[in-house]
């Protein structure tokens, strides 16, 4: 037996996150899909402006597979209110702030805006559920 909070034990039923859990996966989710279908796209449409190697985008699609499948994996434990995918979630959108503050200074008002509300609200989503389990 477990003594372990974080690891239900045998035969309970499966805990969920509450609302701020369920939309800080919603963003992590949503993030994983977008990284997803870059990793498709990605391919396609280098093929027509080869800069570099087929090599070298064959090798960043998979890298951002990777990603979605990692990210997705968070998602999926934020949803199910686990607590180790909070600290997961908190490294990914800390690093994505310099991401959308440079978006903003580079003229993509728009994006980067998109990814700094969405990274600050993720970021406040996890802190209260995080509050919320205690």
């Known amino acids: ?5 974080s690891i239900p034990p045998a035969g309970a039923p499966p805990r969920h996150a509450g609302t701020p859990g369920l939309v800080a996966a919603a963003i992590i989710g949503l993030q994983a899909l977008g990284f997803a ?31 979605a499948a990692g ?21 990914w959108l800390v690093l994505l702030l310099p991401v959308g503050w ?15 509300g969405s990274t600050v609200a993720g970021l406040a989503a996890v802190v209260v559920e995080g509050r919320n389990a205690l």
């Open 37 to 67: 279908a870059f990793a498709l796209v990605f391919p396609l449409v280098a093929a027509e402006r080869a800069s570099l190697s087929r090599t070298s985008h064959l090798m960043f699609s998979v890298v951002m597979a990777l990603l």
């Open 102 to 116: 440079a978006m903003v200074q580079a003229g993509w008002g728009q994006v980067g805006m998109l990814i700094l």
């Open 1 to 5: 037996m477990s003594t372990d909070d």
């Open 71 to 91: 990210l997705g994996l968070v998602a999926r434990g934020l949803w199910r209110g686990l607590n180790w995918p909070r600290t997961a979630t908190v490294v």
